[in-house]
């Protein structure tokens, strides 16, 4: 087995836990201009791996792309995913298909912009019956990681149609499961504060149905 080791919270993640947590936000813009370090991205990484996972298996992988050729030409395989799967629920093929007040319009941001991603990390598990659970707590401790690094990310997935391209793209060995996308970048936008329902909406106590004692 291979060597554990120990790792200090690094002076860089100073930002309060509440704050990223409240202010994080999906990031779809992100400014091709402004590099993001080898440095940055061992941060966020290190984070992601000391998050709670099953039996301490640890079965979380993750690639970075940082080629510039490299995103790019998975930049057009992202594209060609996310239509593909609009075309799969809605039969949309273009945005001029989607609706004005489609939640869709937004994220479809995503689909142009991904090329200009100045990093990528798609994150993979071992194969293992806890492989998702125990590998997104790691995606989030990322994901919040980079928050306080003044990052921007949005957690994104794939389509069956391109997974054989992509997996072949980056030599991924056929025993990896892949689970998701994280590009990364300086956002070309604001962070929160973010709008959501409140949670006396979303949360039953004791039994489903019945309203929380804040509501």
């Known amino acids: 087995m291979m060597d554990m080791v120990r790792l200090d919270p690094p002076a860089e993640l100073t930002m309060p836990i509440g704050e990223a947590m409240f202010s994080h936000r999906a990031m779809r813009r992100l400014d091709p ?18 998050a709670p996972n099953g039996g301490n298996l640890q079965p979380a992988r993750y690639l970075v792309i940082r080629d510039r050729e490299a995103i790019t030409a998975f930049g057009k395989l992202y594209f060609e995913a996310w239509w593909a799967k609009r ?17 869709y319009r937004m994220p479809a941001l995503l689909a142009d912009e991904m090329v200009n991603a100045p990093a990528v ?5 071992e ?5 998702a659970s125990s590998t997104f707590p790691g995606v989030q401790n990322l994901l919040l990681a980079a928050r306080a690094l ?7 997935t794939l389509h069956p149609e391109v997974m054989d391209r992509v997996n072949a793209m980056f030599e991924v060995p056929a025993d990896k ?16 504060p973010t709008s959501r329902m409140p949670t006396s909406a ?9 309203s929380p004692p804040w509501k």
């Open 87 to 103: 075309r799969d629920a809605y039969g949309w093929t273009s945005k001029a298909d989607i609706p004005e007040d489609s939640v």
């Open 33 to 50: 201009d402004r590099p993001v370090s080898d440095a940055q991205i061992q941060i966020i990484l290190d984070a992601a791996s000391k």
């Open 150 to 156: 003044g990052l921007g990310t949005v957690l994104t």
């Open 127 to 131: 194969t293992s019956g806890v492989a």
């Open 121 to 125: 990390i798609l994150a993979y598990s």
């Open 177 to 192: 499961v892949f689970h998701c996308c994280i590009p990364i970048g300086y956002p070309r936008g604001k962070f929160g």
């Open 202 to 210: 979303t949360t039953s106590w004791d039994r489903w149905g019945q």
